[in-house]
């Protein structure tokens, strides 16, 4: 490119002044300057998401998804010290922690702009998860009420700029190969225009105040393949894309008492799919309509090669678009899942996203859908299937 550039001015100057042939070479190095940020920008995320995001877990419920707790308490029990070290001890080499906003924003406030006493303690944990050698993700991860603002008001967009601006300087001194800031968990924006001048905007801001750390970022609405497939990249090279794989809900969320209302009725649902007890299972859904969707599963043949075809298509985005990829959220509810076909779900996941060559991090590790469940007394254990499905080792 420079070449082709440098041969056009000399050619035009026979043409133009000498003025004006400097005029000109001055604006082809301003026009190359950002293409080799972005190039070395793009260097530094290729080499960390492969460095530092090959194999994660999801800390949730600790500093976001519990609006009624954010205590003391609360936070210096739901995961532990102990609970970090096993995470490492298990091979682990990332750790995607969701935070709240709510509780950052709240009074009292120190001359970061940031509540003090949350911020201590999201603090201790980033540096105890640092300290046992992993990188963390730290996942802006609110509630609905605020993202659904999002959506069309652009006050709500100021917020989340302003507050990204001083979560990013705040963590800006720590060592940047391992601090990752994620954007927005699951915008819920559904244009996907809107939500690409959003995102730019927070990533700039991201960028302002931090200038070494990598941004994550994603596609509109919940991350699906599908939202991934309509982003267009960043201009800012210093970024690793994200998707997350649920697919299909009616088995890896069946039992949940949240999103659609029939799939409390679920439980036992095969993976993979087969028809031999289709008829007693569909009997547990009330709903016609439902029961057709359910019926759907069976028939729509899920198994590791179906979810191989779809996770494929995330890495020919990301290969188009030459930039890097991770899947930092998939799983399935533990409530009333079979154990066999939950494990065989997620480890047709993993081996499908380890073959395309992309990271990934489990949802998640002591909560509902968890590598570790907790005992009688409170204290998280391991799920030696669950290791094994993620081709892991008990310590």
Known sequence: MFFRCSLAAALLGVAISGGAQEQVAQEQVAAQAPAADRAAGLQTAFTRAREHLRRGINASSWFAQNPRDYSAQHTDTEITADDIATMARLGFDNVRVSVDAAPLEQYPRGDDGLNDDFVARLDRAVDTILADGMAVTIDLHPEDSYKQPLRTDNAAVDRLVALWRKLAAHYAGRDPDRVFFEILNEPEV????????????????????????????????????????????????????????????????????????????????????????????????????????????????????????????????????????????????????????RSNWIRDVRTALEADGIGWAMWDYNGGFGVAVKDQEGKSVADPQTVEALGLKMP
């Open 190 to 341: 559904n244009d996907p225009y809107r939500w690409a001048g959003i995102q730019a905007r927070a990533a700039a801001a991201i960028r302002e105040a931090a200038p070494a750390n990598t941004i994550i970022a994603t596609g509109p609405n919940y991350s699906d393949i599908a939202d991934l497939l309509s982003l267009h990249p960043l201009d800012d090279g210093n970024v690793i894309y994200n998707f997350h794989f649920y697919d299909p809900h009616e088995f890896t969320h069946q039992g949940a008492t949240w999103g659609l209302l029939w799939w409390r009725y679920e439980h036992g649902i095969p993976y993979p799919a087969t028809g031999s007890s289709m008829q007693e299972l569909l009997k547990e859904i009330p709903d016609r309509a439902a029961r057709f969707q359910l019926e759907n599963y069976f028939l729509d043949d899920w198994n590791a090669d179906h979810i191989r075809r779809l996770i494929d298509e995330a890495a020919g985005w990301a290969l188009v678009n030459h930039v890097p990829l991770v899947c930092n959220e998939f799983g399935v509810y533990r409530k009333v899942a079979d154990p066999v076909s």
